[in-house]
């Protein structure tokens, strides 16, 4: 979405499809993994400069297979406390505060997925 930055994978929803297929449709297209889609963590709406977006974060477990970024210059697996190390847009605060709240209801081997993605025009709608 914004050159330079870490971002969790996930993209736009097709059409009426649900927001579970979406997730699992993304993360197969920009990360060729095929992952089991739990709750939803958190939904928040967030204002960038020029167009708004609702973001929507799942829980997701038991990826199969590799990470291999389709689009992305890099792929890592870090822990929730080493997120904040990262260059995030400013819409994603939001769910990083939930998956920090998570972690500490759960184990701390719990982990999740993120991106780097560069694109050239900065700001995509």
């Known amino acids: 979405m914004l050159g330079g930055l870490w971002e969790f994978p996930g993209g736009k929803r097709e059409g009426d499809e649900p927001?579970?297929?979406t997730v699992r449709r993304e993360i197969a297209e920009e990360l060729r993994l095929d992952v089991a889609v739990g709750?939803?963590?958190v939904s928040c709406d967030h204002a960038y400069s020029h167009f708004r977006v609702t973001l929507h974060a799942f829980q997701c477990?038991?990826?199969?297979?590799?990470p291999r970024p389709a689009q992305a210059n890099a792929c890592r697996w870090v822990s929730v406390a080493q997120l904040a190390?990262?260059?995030?847009?400013?819409?994603?605060?939001k769910i990083m505060r939930a998956l920090a709240e998570t972690r500490n209801a759960q184990s701390p081997s719990w982990r999740v997925a993120c991106r780097a993605l560069y694109i050239e025009c900065g700001v995509c709608a």
């Open 61 to 66: 477990s038991g990826p199969r297979g590799r």
């Open 19 to 21: 927001l579970e297929t």
């Open 85 to 93: 190390s990262y260059p995030f847009p400013a819409g994603s605060l």
């Open 39 to 41: 709750p939803r963590l």
